[in-house]
């Protein structure tokens, strides 16, 4: 989302009274955002919506919403600044490189085609890197506040029906409240729900209806969450979605952060549960690492000499207590007990896959030095019911941290200075 550093002459009022050539239309905290870069980001986001055939709002609403969708990003920039947070060339090149292999094209393919469409790779390069920004924000800030509980679990698999195997197509609107929100405040925004509820019911647009007015951060995809699993709905969701019909809007729903209307587009049945096989392998290694005494070359040696040892009819777990640089397994004899995949480094875990039962590594280099591995056993576990719980675990983790984050978002804009000139009419 590259900015525009000139942005087109506006008609002259008086040809002897020359006119600026960009104005502030808001001011967050000690930041400026210029007319230049809302109309470069509106235009961005009229072709992104029309190329998925969602309807574009009227000029002055769709000005609107980008707009304070810009002071929220701002916010959380600035928050990411104060918290030093920066994404380096390496994080940034991978997240493109993949963008490009996700379009089927090399990154010079890539760069071609966005030339072809008028953007430059710079461009969409700042822009990868300000939305990866904004992703750490929210992590840092929302998923740390966030926790799910072996108790959460297990009841959530006591309760779970045969919902969890339907998946939902959903759209929503959002009338936002601010935090601590007055009576008034609530009825204003029920009222407000309750008339774009009618205009739903008298035949209006939902797609158009939400790009203009709700509040919700999918507004300019018209409301679309995408499908969700009847067990990954939003908690506020649960019980409202299974009761409609394919097309039908539920009524103003209440949550903290406002008042919802959910739109059921479509359903389509789940997929049954299916087994999850893993391998498992029981292996045991002596680390040699490095230190102020001994360089990378040295404890590559000693890996070598301990190898041959063993190889040589000396014990192994006799050899681990007295070299491994492991504490946490030297004064086992090296030994790790059963590992999945996963939850070793990749060196490691790739030098063991290659081995056959009984069989002594050469020395593997890792981060933490070099290894010298035996395979003692290798079975293949049944771990479905372990891997239930973790998409459970991370579907309850899921649906917090959204359930946060819209609460989170009011909170960080009402503790922010911000002058909306655009709202209120400034020149």
Do not use: C
Request: without cysteine; hydrophobic residues 35%; aromatic residues 4%.
């Amino acid at each position: 989302m590259g900015f525009m550093l000139l942005m087109a002459l506006t008609p002259l009022v008086a040809l002897a009274q020359p006119q600026p050539l960009d104005r502030i239309v808001a001011v967050v905290n000690k930041d400026a955002i210029m007319q230049s870069q809302l109309e470069d980001r509106v235009t961005q986001v009229s072709q992104q919506m029309a190329s998925r055939n969602v309807p574009v709002p009227d000029e002055d609403d769709l000005r609107r919403q980008v707009l304070d969708r810009m002071i929220v990003e701002q916010i959380q920039l600035q928050m990411a600044d104060r918290a030093n947070v920066s994404i380096d060339d390496t994080q940034l090149n991978a997240a493109v490189r993949e963008i490009a292999e996700n379009n089927d094209m090399s990154l010079d393919e890539f760069a071609d085609s966005l030339e072809q469409d008028g953007m430059s790779l710079a461009a969409v390069r700042e822009q990868v890197r300000r939305e990866m920004l904004l992703r750490q924000v929210q992590q840092s800030q929302v998923a740390s506040r966030v926790n799910v509980t072996d108790r959460e679990v297990d009841r959530y698999l006591e309760q779970q029906g045969e919902s969890s195997d339907t998946a939902y197509h959903l759209a929503h609107i959002l009338v936002s409240l601010p935090e601590s929100p007055t009576p008034e405040q609530v009825e204003q925004a029920q009222t407000e729900a309750r008339d774009l509820y009618r205009q739903l019911q008298d035949g209006a647009d939902f797609e158009q209806l939400a790009a203009a007015d709700s509040d919700g951060e999918q507004a300019l995809s018209g409301g679309d969450l995408g499908w969700r699993r009847g067990d990954q709905l939003p908690t506020i969701f649960a019980d409202v979605v299974p009761q409609l019909a394919d097309g039908e809007v539920s009524e103003p729903v209440r949550s903290p952060s406002g008042f919802h209307l959910v739109k059921r587009i479509e359903t389509r049945g789940g997929q049954s549960e299916q087994q999850t096989v893993v391998t498992e392998n029981q292996v045991r290694h002596i680390l040699i690492g490095t230190n102020p005494n001994r360089n990378d070359e040295q404890a590559e040696a000693l890996a070598e000499d301990i190898r041959q040892r063993i190889a040589g009819g000396e014990s192994f777990a006799e050899l681990a207590q007295q070299y491994s640089d492991d504490d946490g397994s030297a004064l086992d004899g090296g030994e790790l007990g059963w590992v999945r995949p996963g939850q070793m480094v990749p060196a490691f875990e790739d030098a063991v896959s290659d081995m056959d039962v009984g069989e002594l590594s050469q020395p593997v280099r890792s981060r933490f030095g070099y290894h010298v591995i035996e395979l003692e056993d290798r079975r293949q576990k049944d771990v479905t019911r372990d891997a239930q719980r973790e998409q459970v675990r991370q579907t309850l983790f899921q649906r917090k941290v959204n359930d946060e984050l819209e609460a989170w978002t009011q909170e960080i804009r009402s503790g922010a200075y911000i002058d909306n000139r655009l709202e209120d009419g400034q020149q």
